[in-house]
């Protein structure tokens, strides 16, 4: 089964830091772009980051340019953001997704549950 | 490039059908606009990607269209499992922006 699973949420301080990770199985990892989405319970979605299937050309929203950092093992299929300078707006639902058509231009074929961050004193 | 999807909330019947909206601020690339379905308490599913084309699985009753910097995904007639969020999203250039998302709620 093609699927993503992240982990890695949790409660942390506002200026904290935290390391999401995403496991990928079912699909030969290493031939896809993946990115990271953003979602505020009962708000809409939020693209955070993404990366080229070799790690090349990592891109960021504004509001988390200079913060986060986009990452991936492709020996252990995984893909990770590293969030640091943690900010109360950064809380939301974090979802890992695959980039579709085994290339960069494709909507975001494969979903998972997602992993929550909370910010908060 | 903003994206700003309309009506905000579409209230329609099963078996009717809906038209939804989402006008790019500028060019999308080579019509690279994907558009997606979320219900509560899951994650999105794409439905259409490259602006009219339709993802494995996802029946023909779902379509995507183009003209200029407007874009549309439409649905033909209206079945119970398809009143959700409808969210477009352009991956033409970063950041790779969402819209504010449509409502397609039972009348």
């Known amino acids: 089964e093609v699927q993503v699973v992240e982990s890695g949420g949790s409660v942390v301080r506002p200026g904290g830091s935290l390391r999401l990770s995403c496991a990928a199985s079912g699909f030969t990892f290493d031939n896809y772009g993946m990115n990271w989405v953003r979602q505020v319970p009962g708000k809409g979605l939020e693209w955070v980051s993404g990366?080229?299937?070799?790690?090349?050309?990592?891109d960021y929203a504004d509001s988390v340019q200079g913060r986060f950092t986009i990452s991936r093992d492709n020996g252990k299929n995984s893909l990770y953001l590293q969030m640091n300078s943690l900010r109360v707006e950064d809380s939301a639902l974090y979802y890992c997704?695959?980039?579709?058509?085994?290339?960069?231009?494709?909507?975001?074929?494969?979903w998972g549950q997602g992993t929550t961050v909370i910010v908060s004193s | 490039i903003v994206l700003t999807q309309s009506p905000g909330t579409l209230s329609l019947s099963p078996g009717e059908r809906a038209t939804l909206s989402c006008r790019a601020s500028?060019?999308?690339?080579?019509?690279?606009l994907a558009w997606y379905q979320q219900k509560p308490g899951q994650a999105p599913r794409l439905l259409i990607y490259?602006?009219?084309s339709r993802a494995p699985g996802i029946p023909d009753r779902f379509s995507g269209g183009m003209s200029g910097t407007d874009f549309t995904l439409s649905i033909s007639r209206l079945e119970p499992e398809d009143f959700a969020v409808y969210y477009c999203?352009?991956?033409?250039?970063?950041?790779?922006?969402f819209g504010q998302g449509t409502k397609v709620e039972l009348k």
């Open positions: 490259n602006a009219a």
């Open positions: 500028q060019g999308v690339d080579s019509g690279y």
């Open positions: 997704a695959r980039v579709g058509g085994g290339g960069y231009y494709y909507g975001l074929d494969v």
């Open positions: 990366i080229k299937w070799n790690g090349g050309s990592p």
């Open positions: 999203q352009q991956y033409a250039s970063s950041p790779r922006t």
